[in-house]
């Protein structure tokens, strides 16, 4: 139990009850996406972007991630914690409702504030669904507060959508093909103010696109102005399922329908490739009216997740 619960008077949880709490292996990715779903039928979350999770660069399935597991195999509950950026421990964890009110999820936590401390983090970051009042309870007690509100956006593609327009008068848009720097430096300048951004180098950003199983370049696009990159967009395929990554436009030349015209066309290729509907992950207070414009290209809220912060070890 760590000092924190142990503080709040939070009980020890004993896995040896009735779960065992260990490592995850690959085979477990299914079952790890099933309680995703049980947990929240809203949610967006499926083995897709669990097996994303599991590829990231420099994540340790046998230090970074851990299941409950109970009697027959069944696994009964998941969590990780990840080494986001220096200083910062970015982490999430789950139980199946059936299994709820036993204290797995207390020992979940204790691991992931234990990552937290060996990785010499200084501040602790938990994803939880905005629609999980228990896990928001269990939180607070351990002395985490709400930093941040999110959504998941969709828009359905079937039937597909109309053909997009042309581009802005002297923009042009297309496929960046094999130079993927000019996407990146538009990314890094266009989100330099987001709330929980910290740049990376292009090498290190690279490599986590390319570690992904759904890394495709040919989704991506860029726009240029007169030559020079202004804005950009990543996307990828989950199953019949298209995600839009990063979209970013340089603060000089927002408000000319670029990131609309790079949304549309991109809607238009994902519908090519068979996918029924496409989504993006969006800050709720997102300072550059991001919400606006997805809402005005058609896309509409289907899920919320919320950012859960403290500091390591527990601020007094």
Same mark, same amino acid.
């Given at each position: ?11 020890a ?5 009735d ?6 292996v ?63 421990v ?27 401390? $060996?990785?010499?983090a ?12 228990a896990?928001?309870?269990l939180?607070?007690?351990r002395?985490m ?72 370049p040919?989704?991506?696009?860029l ?40 949304l ?12 029924? $509907? ?37 601020e007094?």
């Amino acid at each position: 139990m760590s000092d924190a619960a142990r503080a709040v008077g939070i009980p020890a949880y004993a896995p040896d009850v009735d779960h065992e709490i260990r490592a995850p292996v690959a085979g477990d990715l299914d079952a790890v996406a099933a309680i995703l779903e049980a947990a929240d039928p809203d949610s967006t979350l499926d083995a897709g972007f669990v097996g994303e999770e599991w590829s990231r660069p420099g994540f340790d399935l046998a230090a970074d991630a851990w299941v409950a597991v109970g009697e027959g195999g069944a696994i009964a509950g998941y969590g990780q914690a990840f080494l986001e950026e220096p200083g910062l421990v970015e982490s999430w964890a789950v139980v199946h409702p059936d299994d709820r009110g036993r204290g797995i999820g207390s020992a979940l936590l204790d691991r992931i504030e234990a990552r937290a401390a $060996e990785r010499s983090a200084t501040r602790l970051r938990n994803a939880i669904s905005a629609s999980d009042e228990a896990a928001k309870t269990l939180l607070h007690a351990r002395g985490m507060r709400p930093a941040r509100h999110f959504w998941h956006m969709q828009i359905d593609l079937d039937p597909p959508p109309p053909p997009p327009a042309p581009p802005p008068d002297g923009i042009e848009i297309a496929p960046p093909e094999d130079d993927l720097a000019p996407v990146h430096e538009v990314l890094d300048a266009a989100f330099v103010d987001h709330w929980g951004n910290h740049s990376e180098p292009f090498e290190a950003w690279i490599e986590a696109h390319r570690s992904s199983p759904s890394h495709d370049p040919a989704l991506w696009l860029l726009a240029r102005d007169r030559g020079e990159p202004v804005a950009a967009l990543t996307a990828a395929v989950w199953g019949d399922r298209g995600w839009i990554d990063d979209l970013g436009v340089l603060s000089s030349h927002r408000g000319r329908g670029i990131a609309a015209a790079l949304l549309r066309r991109t809607f238009a290729t994902l519908a090519a490739r068979g996918c029924r $509907e496409a989504r993006l992950s969006v800050d709720s207070q997102n300072a550059t009216g991001a919400t606006v414009l997805y809402q005005r290209v058609g896309m509409r809220v289907v899920w919320g997740f919320e950012q859960w912060e403290r500091g390591v070890p527990l601020e007094t």
